[in-house]
């Protein structure tokens, strides 16, 4: 452009002497004009040049982060993928436990009503057992006051049985070693009186020693108003031989029933009396030899305590 312009100006000198000044002035203005464009061109060239080197060096800037964000980018989208298969196993294993859990629960949940049952039936079993416990305690108290009761009851009439059996051994210490005999045992008392301080043999009426005997016995009895007595009347083996009655069974009623009218005529309450013939079976001695015999030939008075108060109590 510049050169265009030299030439333009020495062809304008050239012909500086055949055009005339006016048009020299125009082709002068013509030229500082153009020179003054081109100085603005190249100006302009100038900047354009350096405008588009920052461009390129922003360009090359924007690709170099390009392929830094790109290679991110990728790197990125990896883990994203990674982290979206991860989610989606986890997701899956979540469902999978999920239903696994649900069960579970469901299955812990019937277990928890199932205990919870087994809890309000043993807590039901409890209370009942509570409540047969504690009628069982206060039947066990009233049992031990029943017990204790009773063991007074006991205590009285084994301590009653000694004083009679004291009373009736006073009574009747004359007649020890004639064949009388005062034993206590099993809480009763066993008055023996062999045959021969009673009766004669085969007979039934009691001998006036017997009688007298009998009579103190009676005269304890009289003031123990609630005494059971039993008179038994026992024999030897040797049959009866007499008319007046059959057997040995009916001479050992008679006689228990002879010693039952001392008693009774004695003031001794018939209530307490109870008469029994035993005959020969029930021996104290042999029948082989004489005083074997003689031990059998007997009368036994028993006497027992009235228990009557015992027997309500135990009943109650």
């Known amino acids: 452009m510049f050169k265009k312009t030299a030439i333009l100006f020495i062809i304008a000198i050239t012909f500086n002497s055949c055009v005339s000044k006016k048009v020299y002035q125009e082709l002068e203005t013509k030229f500082n004009n153009l020179r003054s464009s081109n100085t603005a061109l190249i100006e302009e060239?100038?900047?354009?040049?350096?405008?588009?080197?920052?461009?390129?060096?922003?360009?090359?800037?924007?690709?170099?982060?390009?392929?830094?964000?790109?290679?991110?980018?990728?790197?990125?989208?990896s883990e994203f993928a990674s982290v979206q298969n991860k989610y989606k196993n986890?997701?899956?294993?979540?469902?999978?436990?999920?239903?696994?859990?649900?069960?579970?629960?469901?299955?812990?949940?019937?277990?928890?009503?199932?205990?919870?049952?087994?809890?309000?039936?043993?807590?039901?079993k409890l209370a009942l057992e509570s409540d047969r416990l504690e009628k069982l305690q206060n039947e066990l108290a009233q049992r031990s006051n029943q017990i204790n009761e009773l063991q007074g009851l006991i205590d009285a009439k084994e301590a009653q049985m000694q004083q009679l059996k004291n009373a009736i051994s006073s009574a009747l210490l004359n007649f020890e070693g004639k064949g009388l005999t005062?034993?206590?045992?099993?809480?009763?008392?066993?008055?023996?009186?062999?045959?021969?301080?009673?009766?004669?043999?085969?007979?039934?009426a009691v001998g006036s020693e017997g009688k007298v005997a009998v009579e103190q016995l009676a005269s304890v009895l009289a003031k123990n108003p609630d005494i059971n007595v039993l008179i038994e009347g026992h024999t030897d083996n040797v049959?009866?031989?007499?008319?007046?009655?059959?057997?040995?069974?009916?001479?050992?009623?008679?006689?228990?029933?002879?010693?039952?009218?001392?008693?009774?005529?004695?003031?001794?309450?018939?209530?307490?009396?109870?008469?029994?013939?035993?005959?020969?079976?029930?021996?104290?001695?042999?029948?082989a030899t004489p005083?074997?015999?003689?031990?059998?030939?007997?009368?036994?008075?028993?006497?027992?305590?009235?228990?009557d108060e015992i027997s309500k109590l135990l009943n109650n």
Request: net charge positive.
């Open 45 to 77: 060239k100038d900047n354009l040049l350096a405008a588009k080197k920052t461009l390129e060096a922003d360009l090359e800037k924007l690709n170099s982060d390009y392929s830094a964000l790109k290679t991110q980018k990728e790197i990125l989208d």
């Open 90 to 124: 986890l997701d899956e294993s979540y469902n999978v436990l999920s239903t696994q859990s649900s069960k579970k629960l469901a299955e812990q949940s019937q277990k928890n009503q199932e205990l919870l049952y087994q809890l309000e039936e043993k807590e039901r």
């Open 182 to 204: 005062v034993v206590q045992k099993n809480g009763k008392i066993y008055v023996s009186m062999e045959n021969k301080l009673l009766f004669d043999s085969g007979s039934w």
């Open 239 to 287: 049959p009866y031989t007499g008319a007046t009655i059959t057997d040995n069974w009916d001479l050992s009623v008679k006689r228990a029933t002879a010693i039952v009218r001392i008693l009774q005529n004695k003031g001794v309450n018939p209530t307490q009396i109870t008469a029994a013939g035993r005959s020969e079976y029930v021996m104290v001695g042999s029948n």
């Open 291 to 307: 005083e074997g015999k003689a031990k059998n030939r007997r009368i036994e008075i028993i006497l027992a305590p009235n228990l």
